[in-house]
T-cell receptor, first 111, second 111 residues
Framework: GESVGLHLPTLSVQEGDNSIINCAYSNSASDYFIWYKQESGKGPQFIIDIRSNMDKRQGQRVTVLLNKTVKHLSLQIAATQPGDSAVYFC??????????FGAGTRLFVKA | SQTIHQWPATLVQPVGSPLSLECTVEGTSNPNLYWYRQAAGRGLQLLFYSVGIGQISSEVPQNLSASRPQDRQFILSSKKLLLSDSGFYLCGLNAAGDGYTFGSGTRLTVV
């Protein structure tokens, strides 16, 4: 069945470095992808999204890259800060009512 | 802007007791509403979604039920809780087919 998975369960980076969180998806029909950030004890928050007609989208300090050829999605965080420590989820949607969430990657930022 | 109110934040219930979690939304009409459950350190599992009043779709067989008595109200219930119902429950809103807005979550512990 379709699945959205993450390459690494945890990622540790030094404050000020760039972070890259990866995600693989298996449904080639997925046309909308989202990254969420979840801090401890809180609900996930929308970070950035990208549609399948794009391969890159930039936000404030974050960039999402989509490689449809290899079904790969990544989230890049520039100049990582302690406040970026959280679990990051990728999610895919095929245009219906349901979204498939990945298992999440925990990002640790070392001061 | 869209907001979700979800309560209570934490709940400890004995096995066999009933459950009622409520979610209300503001700032939008006729949203798609969702109930997700998140086990510790895991991703989000879709439990129910609703595209309108009285319309409920269940994703997984379980001890829970959902109802949508009003356009902006979504309720998660159980007649008799099981230990396996423990988890972090999130109400989600998707009004424009884009990313979700999530509530702050309810941490349920069944003892």
């Amino acid at each position: 069945g379709e699945s959205v998975g993450l390459h690494l369960p945890t990622l540790s980076v030094q404050e000020g470095d760039n972070s890259i969180i990866n995600c693989a998806y298996s449904n080639s029909a997925s046309d909308y992808f989202i990254w969420y950030k979840q801090e401890s004890g809180k609900g996930p928050q929308f970070i950035i999204d990208i549609r399948s007609n794009m391969d890159k989208r930039q936000g404030q300090r974050v960039t999402v890259l989509l490689n449809k050829t290899v079904k790969h999605l990544s989230l890049q965080i520039a100049a990582t800060q302690p406040g970026d420590s959280a679990v990051y989820f990728c999610a895919e949607n095929t245009g219906g009512f349901k979204t498939i969430f990945g298992a999440g990657t925990r990002l640790f930022v070392k001061a | 802007s869209q907001t979700i109110h979800q309560w209570p934040a934490t709940l400890v219930q004995p096995v066999g007791s009933p459950l009622s979690l409520e979610c209300t939304v503001e700032g939008t009409s006729n949203p798609n509403l969702y109930w997700y459950r998140q086990a510790a350190g895991r991703g989000l599992q879709l439990l129910f979604y609703s595209v309108g009043i009285g319309q409920i779709s269940s994703e997984v067989p379980q001890n829970l039920s959902a109802s949508r008595p009003q356009d902006r109200q979504f309720i998660l219930s159980s007649k008799k809780l099981l230990l396996s119902d423990s988890g972090f429950y999130l109400c989600g809103l998707n009004a424009a087919g884009d990313g979700y807005t999530f509530g702050s979550g309810t941490r349920l512990t069944v003892v």
